[in-house]
């Protein structure tokens, strides 16, 4: 049968407001970390980067910023649009020498209405 | 950038069954591969690692005879759940990894087990 687990937070904007996603990771030596988007029956998309020697970094529409002291990333999203409606993860990679290991964060859906 | 495909794209099979997922990078050639498990609201769960022309490096709690995989190329990772039953029953995601470093996902693969 079907795992019961955690459900996914839900964060709800309206179309063309600001959402801000946020993301704990774990392990202080985590030195990359990045935001995907997963739309429904889909694989994970990659939407933004950062490495763990920077604190902000932006992109089309997106700004991630990096919190290292309290072990904090988030996304910002402008003026939201429908088709920002999915579920976004942050990931973690962390360097183990041989290969780098990519930890994925439980994830938040967001739902953008009209 | 970088094209990862996975077929089939859904399955449904009888409990006690063998049931295999090939994981292609379409424009590039990856010596590793990653395999993950995504149940339902939930985020996604590395299996285990897969490297061409080697054995796979599975993680903590993942059964190895269960879940073979299979890395016969550059360009293609097999996964073959052995004697599904339902509780097997998820969302199996691949990723390629190019030579930056960089994981590219698939689009993933729905396993349903009757």
């Known amino acids: 049968g079907e795992s019961v687990g955690l459900h996914l937070p839900t964060l709800s904007v309206q179309e063309g407001d600001n959402s801000i996603i946020n993301c704990a990771y774990s392990?202080?030596?985590?030195?990359?970390f990045i935001w995907y988007k997963q739309e429904s029956g889909k694989g994970p998309q990659f939407i933004i980067d950062?490495?763990?020697?920077?604190d902000k970094r932006q992109g089309q529409r997106v700004t991630v910023l990096l919190n290292k002291t309290v072990k904090h990333l988030s996304l910002q999203i402008a003026a939201t649009q429908p088709g920002d409606s999915a579920v976004y993860f942050c990931a973690e990679i962390q360097n183990t020498g041989t290969a780098s290991k990519l930890t994925f964060g439980t994830g938040t859906r967001l739902q953008v209405t009209l | 950038g970088a094209v990862v495909s996975q077929h089939p794209s859904r399955v449904i099979c009888k409990s006690g069954t063998s049931v295999k997922i090939e994981c292609r990078s379409l424009d590039f050639q990856a010596t590793t591969m990653f395999w993950y498990r995504q149940f339902p609201k939930q985020s996604l769960m590395l299996m285990a690692t897969?490297?061409?022309?080697?054995?796979?490096?599975?993680e903590q709690g993942v059964e190895k005879d269960k879940f073979l995989i299979n890395h016969a190329s550059l360009t293609l990772s097999t996964l073959t759940v052995t004697s599904a039953h339902p509780e097997d029953s998820s969302f199996y995601i691949c990723?390629?990894?190019?030579?930056?470093?960089?994981?590219?996902f698939g689009p993933g693969t729905r396993l349903t087990v009757l």
């Open positions: 392990n202080s030596a985590s030195d990359y």
């Open positions: 897969s490297n061409e022309g080697s054995k796979a490096t599975y």
């Open positions: 990723s390629a990894r190019t030579a930056a470093d960089t994981q590219y």
């Open positions: 950062i490495r763990s020697n920077m």
